[in-house]
């Protein structure tokens, strides 16, 4: 007899906290006709590809591009240019720490993410990803690195549950997308376009980044929307609203809006712009 329990490793969705995940999220109202969106937003040329390996990290690296895209907002904003890269390793044993996880390489929640980007991004250089998972996890992040983990944090999140929001806070310049979802082999792109999803039994859990939008269209006029994947065999993939909608109405999906604004608002941001992370 097969088990069909589904085997949650990296993005541990039987430890989800949904309810409070909602429960503290800041509602946006602002829709298409409160801005004007730019044709696309093209997240590579603002983000590097990293590949965890042969660890359960892709909450952990997902946050990190989150942070790194925000924080590219800030820098465009404020005229700055700097090569900012957050701790994917950090972002991920912070995370394991605030689930009760920490020790194994078990994986972790978008909620206890949340707790990290609101605690603040330490940046690469002070806790560099290595694998495999250290024997030290638990003594390995210390109290010097948590006070200086105050580069860029998160103000408020919003619980995305529809394409039309998770493309208004996107194409608005609000903020990141945070997705935590079922995952198995038909999540991939050999092509780099994702028109379809099918869900399983046994899907395992992943978690990964909604950043910015293509100019491809579906017979609706919606974007398609960039996925940032920390697999190595899978980097940018053009995701079709489609399978948003397929994975908004999924049982085991929890997608969440990262803003460094304590209400999200739409901004005018220069995306178009070749930054040093490019």
Same mark, same amino acid.
């Given at each position: ?75 465009? &904003? ?14 991920? &044993? ?76 996107l194409a608005s310049g609000a903020g990141s997308v ?48 960039w996925r940032k994947n920390s697999h190595s065999n ?45």
């Amino acid at each position: 007899m097969v088990d069909p329990t589904p085997q949650f490793t990296g993005y541990r969705i039987d430890f989800e906290r949904r309810d409070e995940i909602i429960a503290s999220s800041t509602e946006f109202s602002f829709t298409l006709k409160d801005y004007d969106a730019p044709e696309e937003i093209d997240p590579r040329k603002l983000i590097r590809h990293d590949d965890q390996g042969n660890m359960g990290s892709c909450g952990g690296h997902g946050n990190a591009n989150c942070g790194e895209y925000l924080w590219a907002i800030v820098d465009r &904003l404020h005229g700055y240019d700097a090569d900012h890269q957050i701790s994917r390793l950090y972002c991920y &044993l912070e995370a394991q720490r605030f689930d009760g996880l920490i020790g194994s390489d078990s994986g972790s929640t978008i909620s206890s993410g949340l707790k990290v980007a609101y605690a603040g991004y330490l940046t690469e250089p002070l806790l560099p990803y290595s694998t495999p998972y250290p024997r030290n996890s638990r003594s390995l992040v210390t109290a010097d690195m948590r006070a200086k983990a105050t580069g860029i944090k998160i103000k408020s999140h919003a619980w995305l549950d529809s394409y039309a929001k998770i493309f208004n806070y996107l194409a608005s310049g609000a903020g990141s997308v945070f997705p935590g979802t079922a995952w198995n082999n038909s999540f991939y792109a050999s092509n780099g376009v994702l028109e379809s999803v099918s869900f399983g039994m046994r899907d395992g859990g992943h978690a990964y980044a909604f950043l910015g939008y293509s100019k491809r269209k579906d017979s609706k006029g919606r974007n398609y929307i960039w996925r940032k994947n920390s697999h190595s065999n899978d980097n940018w993939t053009e995701v079709s609203p489609k399978v948003i909608d397929q994975l908004c109405a999924h049982q085991y999906t929890s997608i969440v809006g990262m803003s460094d604004l304590e209400t999200p608002a739409p901004r005018s941001v220069d995306f178009t712009k070749e930054s040093l992370l490019a």
